[in-house]
Every structure is written in C-alpha cells, then in structure tokens.
Nanobody
Framework: VQLQAYGGGLVQGGGSLRLSCAAG???????LGWFRRSPGKEREFVST????????YYADSVKGRFTISRDNAKNTVYLQMNSLKPEDTAIYYC?????????????????WGQGTQVTVSS
C-alpha cells in the first residue's frame, strides 16, 4: 500500500500551502490523518478527519490556521495550511486509520505516506 503526500515547499511566514495525499482504496471507511516531524523532535499529531468528513480534530498548535478535508470519490485527503509559522517547518505525513473515527494516536494508523517537506522562513 502506497500513500503519496505532495504539495510541500518553501514559503514565507504568514503564507499558505495546501497538502494533498492520495490514499487509495485503503482509505475507504477509514479516518485519515496528518502528522509531522520537525528536526530533532518526535513525530506529532496535526489533524484527523473521520471517514464521513464531518468529524475533524486538530492539534492546539494548528487550530484556527489549518483545515483538513477529504474527497472520498478521489480517496484523497487535504490539509490547507494558512498563517504558516517557522515552527510549522517539518516533514508532513498522511496516514490511514484502522478505524472510521479519527484519532491523535499514531498507533491507531496502519498505513503511512512517505512525507512531504514544508519549510517556513521567518
């Protein structure tokens, strides 16, 4: 199973990026999530969305700035990132949950994408 995240890049602080992840048929009836890993830090939860798309949850650090959404017809999950800060610099990973409801726990996700680099300059 391969998930491919894309849309990362270099952006100035205050700017925006939109990440996408093609999750394939593995995402059917499953929640989807985004995690990130910054240099020298542990992987951390960013956001998750339930399989129906109406249930979303965000880490406090991104709440109000990031928006997660999904298109089940395309088996794709998105992460719209606005008002980016240098501390958002990280590799962003998409993941497919074992369950239909989202979770902030990495162990609840069974498939992971290869990640896309997001760099925010000050």
């Amino acid at each position: 199973v391969q998930l491919q995240a894309y849309g990362g890049g270099l952006v100035q602080g205050g700017g925006s990026l939109r990440l996408s992840c093609a999750a394939g048929r593995t995402s059917s009836n499953s929640a989807l999530g985004w995690f990130r890993r910054s240099p020298g830090k542990e992987r951390e939860f960013v956001s998750t969305i339930g399989w129906g798309g109406s249930s979303t949850y965000y880490a406090d650090s991104v709440k109000g700035r990031f928006t997660i959404s999904r298109d089940n017809a395309k088996n794709t999950v998105y992460l719209q990132m606005n008002s980016l800060k240098p501390e958002d610099t990280a590799i962003y990973y998409c993941a497919v949950s074992r369950y239909s409801l989202g979770s902030s726990r990495a162990e609840d996700y069974q498939y992971w994408g290869q990640g896309t680099q997001v760099t925010v300059s000050s």
